[in-house]
């Protein structure tokens, strides 16, 4: 199963959902099952590692941490991946109108709500547990599949 993790710039919420949801595999032992990445709806960071903060959230939760070149999302990621996971709705929407999906249900939000952009709010605890929590249940989920 292939899961691409998505938000703005591809430095803080979809490499923390990348890494957290690689040790949740990796602890579940199913790493076979899986093709874990990460990628922004925006190239304006690309290049760039995992963002100081949301790096250092993830060590103090005991979450390994691999280099990332922060990217933006293309064509053949779209048809790639069986599973793309935005952070917001609008990432969902941008996905649509950019680029030709498919099915739209292969595009999915982690949560219920949006979680919150800790570029903007300073918040890297709360983005943490959101995307911690929203990692747990879409492995759960996905587990069924297998």
């Known amino acids: 199963m292939k899961i691409l993790f998505v938000c703005l710039g591809n430095i803080c919420r979809s490499p923390m959902a990348e890494m957290i949801f690689k040790e949740l595999v990796r602890k579940q032992e199913l790493e076979k099952h899986f093709t874990i990445a ?8 690309e290049g760039k590692d995992i963002y100081p903060p ?3 959230i993830l060590l103090e939760k005991g ?4 280099k990332i070149s922060a990217r933006k999302i293309t064509q053949s990621d779209i048809s790639y991946y069986d599973y793309i996971i935005v952070m917001e709705s609008y990432q969902k929407d941008r996905i649509l109108k950019s680029y030709e999906v498919l099915s739209s249900t292969k595009i999915r939000s982690l949560n219920a709500k949006d979680v919150a952009d800790p570029w903007y ?23 069924k599949e297998l």
């Not at 990460?38 to 960071?45: C, P, V, Y």
């Open 63 to 66: 979450i390994p941490i691999e």
């Open 121 to 143: 709010t300073g918040n890297f605890y709360l983005t943490y547990e959101e995307i911690y929590n929203g990692c747990s249940n879409l492995l759960e989920k996905l587990k």
């Open 38 to 45: 990460s990628a922004g709806i925006s190239n304006e960071e």
């Open 54 to 56: 949301a790096k250092k």
